[in-house]
């Protein structure tokens, strides 16, 4: 350290136990780092070996084999899972981008403030909690579980995120652009709509990305909501399968061939998630253009 | 997050006014003005998008409103006695939860034990000591622990964690430690240790990103002025930084333990379900979030179903308490509240 060199003739020289203090605590700063890359590389590993060694033409076309019966697929869990996450982008993805565009352009004030304290408070709620919701605001009315019950559940979760991520976004687009809308005396919904949001679109999409891969693993939301399938269904107020509810099922079977498949169905999963999170970082470095 | 050269966010307020009282008398002259609408289409805008800001709170108050309707019927029958008995027993219609108290506070202390070492050395290691080259790189890959859903946690939990610890870890644990209480009993793997040790793992990337975050905002000069008295590098990180970033260090904490408390799928796949408590950290246990994972969608009778909402809304109220605290903590350090001086 140079800063050292510099006191070394005024400053009495470091003591050896003090210098060993020093590379302990060096040593053991990377010793924690090991440690904690270790789960992850072991994660991974272990998803590459036995998610891409199980996966196979069957799995990603076939509906699940009977309990017992060797082979099948999760073709409608993956199908279940898109239809799922379509429901909930549908309803969330608006709604979040609403919420953002009131607190950034009306949302200066008092009520403002409850409302983002409010989405911040939301998106620390349990998923699990946030199923019981959906199970009571939407099975309960429908007699019985559906697809549509785990998008509103999944939508819930989404909001906060894009909520926030939006109304940041949109704080970052200078004023200015607003006031030279308004000087050639365009309304205040167009300025918003196709100056505001424009420029902050890559921002925006951003945060989209992030409420779409933080909600696409989740699974106990759906535990009470969509409930699961075994066969096909593309109706919206149906039991509907979905990928990381076929994997905990099967991850707690005793069956070896549906722990394979546990394996090949985490494995489709992280490529979906890992291709949102790379394409989020990707949009990130493109989209600096808003951030003046 | 406003951008510094229009000192006033709040700017929008007066603007639009102004430009609609523009159009009311010069709408005729200037055909731009007429084409894209009038005062009518802002306030429709306007009350739309105050609608979806009003859709956050609705959706909160909704939350609220059914856990504590749906709740009453086993608050009634149980009161507080629900908090403090520990027989849950569907057949005969008798709820308590302390078993699914205790599993959840157990299960995230040991994850805190062994997070927050873990986590403040990799913030420690990327602001402080590593090349600059490596900083974006690591704190890459230790976020990416946060982008893996819980479930394959689970899965990995089960076939990767759970045989390490049954047939080396907790050996070598009760051998060395058996005497303590703590580590004692049959070696199965599954159970409370295991759970805690996955949702370390979970929590890890929330406590070392945020402690990061706090750890840059401590001003330069806080370091420059200790290695100045001569201190060693880590002297320099104990005194100059670390103590300056407590409480933001803190709030990072406490929103990992909020994470932790409602975690829930990874953990019902190797905690062991069964509602008990034991002394043993070997021993199976049960969580509030997995109890209604493994329950809920087969919860006959009305009291079984509200004593499992009623769980529910503890989960949620204890979560919410500790999340607004960690907010609280992470914000008075990150929004430049200068540290408290030298006592």
């Known amino acids: 350290m140079p800063e050292i060199a510099a006191g070394k003739s005024v400053v009495p020289p470091i003591g050896l136990r003090r210098r060993v203090t020093d590379q302990v605590m060096t040593g053991l700063a990377v010793l924690t780092v090991l440690v904690v890359l270790t789960p992850l590389v072991a994660i991974f590993g272990y998803l590459v070996y036995r998610g891409v060694g199980s996966l196979n033409w069957a799995f990603l076309t076939q509906t699940p084999k009977p309990v017992g019966e060797v082979g099948g697929g999760m073709a409608n869990a993956i199908v279940g899972s898109v239809m799922i996450l379509g429901i909930a982008s549908i309803i969330g993805v608006p709604f979040g981008i609403g919420a953002g565009i009131y607190l950034a352009e009306f949302g200066r004030n008092r009520f403002g403030s409850v409302i983002r304290f409010t989405a911040d408070v939301l998106n620390g709620v349990p998923s699990i909690v946030i199923g019981i919701v959906g199970y009571a605001i939407v099975v309960l009315y429908q007699h019985h579980f559906s697809a549509l019950a785990g998008g509103v559940a999944l939508s819930i979760m989404m909001v906060p995120t894009i909520c926030r991520t939006t109304e940041e976004m949109l704080l970052l687009v200078p004023q200015a652009l607003r006031e030279a809308a308004y000087g ?18 890559s921002g925006v999409i951003t945060g989209i990305m992030l409420a779409f ?13 969509t409930l699961g399938n075994q066969f096909w269904n593309l109706r919206y107020d149906q039991p509907t399968a979905a990928l990381p509810l076929q994997i905990f099922v099967y991850a707690n079977s005793p069956y070896e061939d549906w722990h394979r498949q546990a394996w090949a169905g985490s494995f489709v999963l992280i490529v979906l998630i890992v291709t949102s999170v790379a394409a989020v970082r990707y949009a990130v470095r493109r989209g600096s253009f808003g951030a003046a | 997050m406003a951008n510094p050269a229009f000192p006033r966010p709040d700017m929008p307020g007066p603007q639009p006014v102004a430009a609609a009282n523009i159009s009311a008398e010069a709408a005729e002259r200037i055909p731009l003005l007429r084409t894209s609408g009038g005062e009518g289409s802002d306030r429709v805008f306007q009350w739309t998008i105050t609608a979806c800001g009003l859709a956050v709170l609705a959706v909160l108050v909704l939350i609220v409103y059914e856990l504590v309707t749906r709740s009453a019927l086993s608050w009634h029958a149980f009161g507080f006695k629900f908090f403090a008995a520990s027989d849950w027993d569907p057949v005969s219609e008798q709820f308590g939860a302390l078993p699914f108290i205790y599993g959840t506070l157990v299960s995230s202390l040991v994850a805190l034990v062994i997070a927050v070492p873990l986590s403040i050395g990799v913030a420690v290691f990327t602001t402080e000591m590593c090349p600059k080259r490596l900083r974006s790189p690591l704190s890459f890959f230790v976020e990416l622990l946060a982008a893996i859903p819980s479930v394959i946690y689970g899965l990995w939990a089960i076939f990767a964690l759970v045989p390490l610890l049954s047939n080396y870890v907790q050996p070598f644990l009760g051998k060395s430690l ?4 703590l580590f004692s009993g049959p070696p199965y793997g599954i159970g409370m240790l295991a759970a805690g040790i996955i949702l370390a793992i979970m929590i890890i990337p929330i406590i070392s990103s945020i402690t990061r ?3 840059t905002v401590v001003p330069q000069h806080q370091r420059e002025a200790v290695l100045a008295l001569g201190a060693t590098r880590w002297e320099m990180i104990r005194v100059g930084v670390l103590r300056n970033a407590r409480a933001g260090i803190m709030g990072g904490v406490i929103l990992g333990l909020g994470r932790a408390l409602g975690e829930t799928m990874a953990v019902t796949m190797v905690i062991g379900n069964r509602p008990e408590i034991a002394k043993s950290l070997f021993a199976p246990g049960y969580t509030m979030a997995s109890v209604l994972a493994n329950e809920f969608s087969e919860a006959t009778g009305d009291t079984y179903l509200s004593a499992l909402v009623e769980i529910g809304l503890v989960l949620f109220l204890v979560t919410i308490v500790v999340n607004a605290l960690a907010r609280l903590l992470v914000w008075t350090v990150t929004r430049g509240q200068p540290a408290r001086g030298h006592a």
């Open chain 1, 213 to 225: 891969a933080r909600i696409a693993g989740e699974t106990a939301p759906l535990l009470f909501t």
């Open chain 2, 178 to 181: 058996g005497w303590t209480g």
């Open chain 2, 213 to 215: 975050e706090v750890l």
């Open chain 1, 184 to 201: 050639l005396g365009v309304p205040r919904w167009r300025t918003t709509l196709s100056i505001v949001l424009r420029t902050a679109t």
